[in-house]
């Protein structure tokens, strides 16, 4: 059990390692044109201590309980959802090109904005989408959403017309979930009044 577990963190390292070195240096594509080297620094500093926001986190959970770690946690899970945009948007950008080089014989006279520049705008877009995304994410999880269904079942049951059954699932509480958020659910389930309750889920996170 131990040699595949260490077997998968070195691939998930290795793995993650090499996308934030490849965003990375895209970062550093666009940071060519400041001139301020101590915003250069700052930003490429902060942008290091997200990547290794969570796994420290993780480490340090196992030594001590503080709220740097919860902070640590918290801010590396934020560079995570940011991550997963910013790698869609840049894998889109390779299929735009190669959608326009098998197109591009219909578009020999059309003039196209310099690659440099493209690249540029096309970056600070994917980043800025990729942050808002996970702010709005971050948001919307926080709101509990009520699907009704109507169901029908052809069997009888003495006494019993109607039955209201409430199912929720993937509550994940933990470090990120706690009880104030649990207390807001209990409430809005209860005011459903539902005869039966269901967990289907993923009701707790790490430890």
Known sequence: MKIRMIIFLFFFFSLYGAINFYVF????????????KLKHKITIIFFWIMVLAYPLSRILSRLTDSPLNLFLMYLGAFYFACLFYIMIFILSKYVIILLKKGFSKYFKKQKYIEPKRFKKIYYLTAFFLSVSLTVYGFLNARRVKVNRMNVKINK????????????ISDLHLGNFIGKNRLEGWIKKVNSLNPDIVIIA???????
């Not at 009888?156 to 199912?167: D, Q, S």
Request: hydrophobic share 50%; net charge positive; aromatic share 6%.
């Open 25 to 36: 240096m895209k970062l550093k594509f666009l940071l060519k044109d400041v001139t301020n």
């Open 201 to 207: 889920g993923d009701l707790i996170d790490f430890n």
């Open 156 to 167: 009888e049951v003495k006494n019993l017309e109607k039955l209201k059954v409430v199912l």
